[in-house]
C-alpha cells in the first residue's frame, strides 16, 4: 500500500494572525480540496490529524499503478496548497502495512515512514520513498536522493523531492517476439482492409495481464508504415469520458504534415 501525508506548514502561526470563524473556513477548504483530489486519484482519505492529511491507495481497492496514483495527487495537491492560501509539505511511502480493523486503520512501518518523510520536507515540497519510487521509476521527474535520520530508524532513509509526474514511457521490447503469426495476420489482413475499402477497421485486443497484448500490437505497428495516433482510457478521475479521443485529437494536432 502506498501511503500519503500532507500537513499545513505554520498552522500555529496562522492562527495567531487569523480569525478562529476565519480560519475554520480556510481548512475547511482545504480538507474538502485534499480529499476531493485523493478521491479522484482512486485513493481514500483515512483520517484527519488535527491540519494533517492521511490518505491512503491500495486499500480498500488495490490498483496495479496505486503508488503511481499517490504521486499524481502529490503533485496536484501540492500545486492546489497556494490557492488555497495555505503552505503544506507531502511525504509519500510504500510499503506492506496491516488492516482490516472496524475502522480500517493501517499500521506498519510504511505508515511511520510516510509520516516522517513529511516532517521531513521543506515547505511546498513533496518527498517519497525508495518504494515508491522504485514502482513508479522513470514516470516520476525527482531531484537528488536525500540520506535522511528519521526518528526510530536505525539506518538511514532515502528520500527524492517529487518534482512531477511525466507520462508513463512506452514499454521497451528488448527479447525477441516469438509466436502470434494468426494473431498478427489478423491485424495485417484488418489494415490491408481499411486501404481498399471505403469503411474503417476496428480490432480489439483482449487478453489477461501479461498475455502480451502490448507487445502483439506494438509489432503489429512496427511491420506497417501507418501514421499512429495513440488515446487512453484512464481508471480513475472525473468528467474524462472523451480523454480518449481529446489525446488522439491532440496527436493528431502535433503530427507532422
Not at 48 to 60: C, L, R, S
Request: glycine share 12%; net charge negative.
Amino acid at each position: 500500500m502506498t501511503v500519503l501525508f500532507c500537513d499545513v506548514v505554520g498552522s500555529t502561526a496562522l492562527g495567531e494572525s487569523v480569525d478562529p470563524e476565519a480560519l475554520q473556513g480556510l481548512l475547511a477548504g482545504y480538507f474538502e480540496r485534499m480529499k476531493a483530489i485523493v478521491e479522484g486519484h482512486g485513493g481514500s482519505v483515512e483520517k484527519f490529524i488535527g491540519d494533517a492529511v492521511m490518505a491512503v491507495f491500495g486499500v480498500p481497492v488495490a490498483h496495479e499503478d496505486d503508488a503511481l496514483r499517490a504521486c499524481r495527487a502529490a503533485v496536484e495537491m501540492r500545486d492546489a496548497l497556494p490557492e488555497l492560501g495555505v503552505e503544506g509539505r507531502i511525504g509519500v511511502n510504500t510499503g506492506e502495512v496491516l488492516t482490516g480493523t472496524e475502522e480500517r486503520l493501517a499500521t506498519g512501518d510504511a505508515m511511520n515512514v510516510a509520516a516522517r518523510l513529511e516532517q521531513a520536507a521543506e515547505p511546498g515540497e513533496v518527498l517519497i520513498g525508495s518504494e515508491t519510487l522504485g514502482l513508479v521509476g522513470p514516470t516520476a521527474d525527482v531531484g537528488e536522493e536525500r540520506l535522511l535520520e528519521l526518528k526510530g530508524k536505525s539506518e538511514p532513509v532515502a528520500a527524492y523531492p517529487l518534482v512531477a509526474v511525466l507520462d508513463a514511457p512506452e514499454r521497451a521490447h528488448f527479447s525477441r517476439f516469438v509466436g502470434r503469426a494468426r494473431e498478427l495476420q489478423r491485424l495485417a489482413d484488418a489494415w490491408d482492409s481499411a486501404l481498399i475499402g471505403p469503411r474503417c477497421e476496428l480490432v480489439t485486443v483482449v487478453g489477461d495481464p501479461g498475455v502480451g497484448k502490448s507487445r502483439l500490437v506494438a509489432e503489429a505497428l512496427a511491420r506497417g508504415d501507418a501514421p499512429v495516433l495513440r488515446g487512453r482510457c484512464l481508471s480513475y478521475g472525473e468528467g474524462i469520458t472523451y480523454w480518449p479521443v481529446v489525446e488522439v485529437g491532440e496527436a493528431a494536432r502535433r503530427a507532422p504534415e
